[in-house]
């Protein structure tokens, strides 16, 4: 038996709706990080973000996470250890106090001290 869910319109933050092409491309096979055609289609994509950021940084690179990955990457790399670090309010889809957790424990292992936040 298996199940085969019905097409509905999702319209909350996620899970979303999946274009037909991606559907059909998750059945393709799959390559590794290090295979010479995965490597070519993620410096296409640094080049496309490039264009759509307008900017020429080398260090430009998509990641493949979830968005509190992102947030991470960009407190490490926009705040160094010693820096004080600043918790603004609803900036995400956390209750305050996650979205405080979170940011207290990615400052804690990065050597960056927070100093409050606006609530």
Known sequence: MSFHPPKR?????????????????????????????????????????????MTNNELTLPISAPGSAGMEACFVNLIEAGDKGYCLPKWSFWKPHERERRALRCNRRNGRRRVGNSN
Do not use: N
Not at 35 to 51: A, G, N, S, V
């Open 9 to 53: 319109t999702l319209m909350g933050p996620g899970p979303s709706d999946v274009d037909p092409r991606i559907s059909e491309a998750l059945g393709r096979p799959t390559i590794g990080h290090l295979d010479p055609e995965f490597i070519r289609l993620m410096d296409e994509t640094k080049t496309l973000l490039q264009y759509a950021f």
